[in-house]
């Protein structure tokens, strides 16, 4: 699996995202993420994982793996590419946010070795109210 570069793979990104998220990113946010240089995207036909990498530290922007292709190590083997490109590139720490009702994702990271560093309440909008965003953080 090998860095995508460039805006040509916004519509793919933007048609799994969509088939993964309630409100998926289109293809012009796409466009718009993917043109930025700080932006890095791993993409397989089934998942995608795009973060963002500025001095020393990276961010997860969004992982997702199409319903029909989960549990099978997919989004694990995303993490891992992420994690040899960031001690390649000496990055020292990868950060993200997972919703606090989002118990795969949170499984997931927990099994990557990412520990809970925060919490920002009422973070993410339901349609009954809102859920905390949980700050996760990984040591490279
Ligand atoms: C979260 C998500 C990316 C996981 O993708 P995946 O390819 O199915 O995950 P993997 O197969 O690599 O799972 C690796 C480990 O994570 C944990 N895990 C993943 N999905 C899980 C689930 N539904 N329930 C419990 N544990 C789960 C397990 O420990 C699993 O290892 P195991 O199968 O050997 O037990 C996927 O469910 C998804 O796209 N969800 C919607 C988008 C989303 O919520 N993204 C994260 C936003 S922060």
Redesign the pocket.
């Known amino acids: 699996m090998s860095l995508c570069k460039g805006i040509f793979f916004a519509p793919i990104a933007a048609k799994i995202h969509g088939a993964?998220?309630d409100r998926g990113w289109s293809e012009e946010e796409f466009q718009k993420l993917l043109a930025l240089p700080t932006s890095r995207l791993w993409m397989t036909e089934e998942?995608m994982l795009l973060c963002s990498e500025v001095a020393g530290e990276m961010e997860i922007l969004?992982?997702?793996?199409l319903p029909e292709f989960?549990?099978?190590?997919?989004?694990?083997d995303l993490l891992h590419e992420l994690f040899r490109y960031a001690k390649a590139q000496k990055v020292k720490s990868i950060f993200?946010e997972?919703a606090s009702d989002?118990?795969?994702?949170q499984?997931?990271y927990a099994?990557a070795g990412f520990k809970q560093t925060g919490t920002r309440e009422g973070y993410y909008a339901r349609k009954d109210g809102a859920v905390d965003a949980l700050c996760l953080t990984k040591k490279v």
């Open positions: 993964c998220f998942g969004t992982i997702c793996v989960r549990r099978q190590h997919i989004a694990q993200l997972v989002n118990e795969a994702a499984k997931l099994g």
